[in-house]
């Protein structure tokens, strides 16, 4: 049997038993559609090229950051889009598993971080979680990406090492351009990337003066965060931190609107 024809036995199963079991919600990741499943609960496609197919509401995360955290994003966009209540079921379906789960806020998230997922977002998140998990040379490694608004980015900071990147035109959507990326992420400071994915620089200290810029984070977290919200706060940038202990964070405009640990789900 082909992968396709796993995938539409797998469709198949998850829609008989949305008819069966109380199900209020159809998570489909991965499988594209030839035409809208005829059921009477929300559909929700999750995967980077799924393109609005049918009018359906999409989620477009990049696959490779596995089924498992796929899912956790999806239940929790679910419930900040009003499309499922914590606790109630819903059920999920891949080219090759199928499951049903009650949905809960697994991932803490602001609604500000779906409006966000754009092609540049999807892979320095995905950057993000692999780095998490995996870390450089088998060690735990945080660091900061910050992602647009470059020249107000570049005027609020300045370099701290020489930087690596300069005079190549190193782009995140080149094929080997995150194991080059990787290989830098133990330098300090932050990467700042453009709109377009290129990476102009690493090891950029960012400069916020936090007597005149006031951040929304909670106590106890250090400087990487604090430097990652006031540089959300004082330009338009999206900024990205990874942890030693594995959590990942996205801050906009000086507060926190995604916080997951993919190693703890």
Request: without cysteine; positive net charge; charged residues 35%.
């Given at each position: 049997m082909k992968g396709n024809d796993y995938a539409e036995v797998l469709l198949k199963k998850a829609l008989e038993l949305t008819?069966?079991?109380?199900?209020?919600?159809?998570?489909?990741?991965?499988?594209?559609?030839?035409?809208?499943p005829k059921v009477d609960i929300p559909i929700l496609l999750v995967g980077r090229e799924t393109s609005r197919q049918h009018n359906l509401k999409t989620l477009p995360l990049p696959l490779s950051m596995g089924t498992k955290n796929l899912v956790n994003l999806a239940s929790s966009f679910m419930i900040a889009e009003g499309i499922i209540k914590e606790g109630e079921t819903f059920i999920y379906v891949t080219p090759s598993t199928l499951g049903i789960r009650k949905a809960k806020k697994a991932v803490e998230v602001e609604d500000e971080f779906f409006s966000q997922i754009e092609h540049i977002f999807q892979e320095v998140l995905e950057l993000a979680i692999e780095l998490s998990l995996e870390g450089r040379e088998g060690k735990p490694i945080g660091t900061i990406f910050v992602i647009g608004d470059t020249k107000n980015v570049i005027k609020h900071s300045h370099q701290m090492v020489p930087n690596p990147f300069k005079g190549y035109k190193i782009n995140i959507f080149d094929k080997g351009s995150k194991e080059i990326i990787k290989e830098f992420a133990f330098l300090d400071g932050a990467f700042v990337i453009s709109k377009s994915g290129r990476v102009l620089c690493a090891g950029r200290y960012l400069d916020?003066?936090?007597k005149k810029v006031s951040v929304n984070i909670p106590s106890g977290l250090g400087s990487r965060h604090l430097a990652a919200a006031g540089i959300s706060k004082v330009t338009k940038a999206i900024a990205i931190t990874v942890s030693e202990s594995g959590i990942v964070r996205v801050f906009?405009?000086?507060?926190?609107?995604?916080?997951?640990?993919p190693r703890l789900h």
């Open positions: 008819r069966l079991l109380d199900i209020k919600a159809l998570v489909v990741i991965g499988i594209e559609l030839k035409k809208p916020i003066d936090f906009k405009d000086g507060k926190i609107i995604f916080e997951y640990n």
